[in-house]
């Protein structure tokens, strides 16, 4: 009997307060290499995020639209445990820059020695996306500057719209 072919579910985990198009960048390329690609988004975390997870969730369920292997969803806890309840075996990372690497690496392992089975696989940012980041996205549209072709137009609009009723 032939065994089925092996489907290979990866995560996409991050706070994405909110999504850039290097996350996009990102998710396109994973959404390839992949099966099925789970962008998942934390909840609960300690910083302050400016969306709520409910936001952030909507706004990638919106990017993603058109990726048809690609799902959107959030979760609590120990990344690893999620994972496996997702029956992933791939944890998705981006490093942009070596500054980016000592704590995906960090993550990496500890993930490793939490979750054997589960491998990280880090992809390098595509050259145009390496220097944006959604902290530097938020600080310089509220300083009035243009972040045109940094996040999806939807975004943008969310930002200009939270600009007006929130300091960011
Ligand atoms: O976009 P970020 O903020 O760099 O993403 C960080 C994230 C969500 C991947 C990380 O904080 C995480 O996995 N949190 C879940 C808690 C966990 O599993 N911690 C131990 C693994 S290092």
Do not use: C, W
């Amino acid at each position: 009997m032939d065994t089925p072919p092996r489907r290979i579910v990866a995560i996409y985990p991050g706070s994405f307060d909110p999504i850039t198009n290097g996350h996009l960048d990102l998710i396109r390329r994973g959404a390839r290499l992949f099966d099925r690609l789970i962008v998942a988004v934390l909840r609960n975390q300690v910083k302050q995020p400016l969306f709520s997870t409910e936001e952030r969730t909507e706004m990638l369920a919106e990017a993603v639209s058109g990726l048809p292997n690609v799902s959107v969803d959030s979760f609590d806890g120990l990344l690893v445990n999620y994972a496996t309840s997702q029956n992933a075996t791939v944890l998705l990372r981006g490093i942009r820059a070596v500054s980016d690497y000592e704590y995906e690496l960090q993550m990496a392992l500890m993930n490793r020695r939490l979750q054997p089975e589960i491998e990280t696989v880090s992809l390098m940012s595509g050259d145009a996306y390496s220097f944006i980041s959604s902290r530097l996205v938020k600080e310089v549209i509220s300083l009035g500057g243009n972040i045109a072709g940094l996040v999806p137009p939807a975004v943008e609009a969310r930002l200009k719209q939270r600009l007006h009723t929130s300091a960011l």
